[in-house]
């Protein structure tokens, strides 16, 4: 069946500093992939998506890979800050290109 | 400002109740959704609709109910006959699937 890895340990890293976050999935062959914020009581907010034809894509201070033959993408958030903590959730296209999404990783920057 | 509306944001059933919850967006999305989201676990996909009058069963669609009689509005009823109903319930919309999806504030369900 399909399914999406993201780790379930939140991440702690100092204000300045690159955070990276990790998406893995296996039995998909998607398209696409997408990444979401989601604050404490919140709805997800929609951040980036990437194709399967592009390796990267940044949009101001993020940065998103994707290797389809690792089968994983990468979130990096440089020059990190504390209103940057939230959780992020990536989400790849299921049935009816409706997304399932992963479980999230919650980022903590420490000023 | 266009934007999905979800409420209440609190809401408290008691057992053998229906609740029902309300979505509304002005955003003029034709498709909408409803997720559910439990401590540590992904959002679940309960029902969706993809136009008015029309809505189709996701992976966790026993004991819910929902219609799409308006486009802008996309009802969730919480029936009796789901047994496990605290969550928080999240509905969605989107104007196409590579467009990313629009979420409402959410709706926390919990049975007293």
């Known amino acids: 069946s399909q399914k999406i890895e993201q780790n379930s340990e939140a991440l702690n890293i100092q204000e300045g500093k690159t955070a990276t976050l990790t998406c893995n999935y296996t039995?998909?062959?998607?398209?696409?992939l997408q990444w979401y914020r989601q604050d404490p009581g919140r709805g997800p907010v929609f951040l980036l998506l990437i194709r399967e034809n592009e390796k990267e894509k940044r949009k101001e201070r993020l940065k998103v890979t994707f290797d389809t033959t690792l089968k994983q993408s990468l979130f990096h958030i440089t020059a990190s800050q504390p209103a940057d903590s939230a959780t992020y959730l990536c989400a790849l296209p299921g049935g009816s290109y409706i997304p399932t999404f992963g479980r999230g990783t919650s980022l903590i920057v420490h000023p | 400002d266009g934007g999905i509306t979800q409420s209440p944001k609190y809401l408290f059933r008691k057992e053998g109740q229906n609740v029902t919850l309300s979505c509304e967006q002005n955003l003029n999305h034709d498709a909408m959704y409803w997720y559910r989201q439990d401590p540590g676990q992904g959002l679940r996909l309960i029902y969706y609709?993809?136009?008015?009058?029309?809505?189709q069963k996701g992976d966790i669609a026993e004991g819910y109910s929902v219609s799409r009689e308006k486009k802008e509005s996309f009802p969730l009823t919480v029936t009796s006959a789901q047994k496990n109903p605290t969550a928080f319930y999240l509905c969605?919309?989107?104007?196409?699937?590579?467009?990313?999806?629009?979420f409402g504030s959410g709706t926390r369900l919990t049975v007293v």
């Open positions: 609709s993809q136009i008015v009058n029309d809505f």
């Open positions: 969605a919309s989107n104007f196409g699937h590579t467009l990313g999806y629009t």
């Open positions: 039995n998909y062959s998607p398209a696409y």
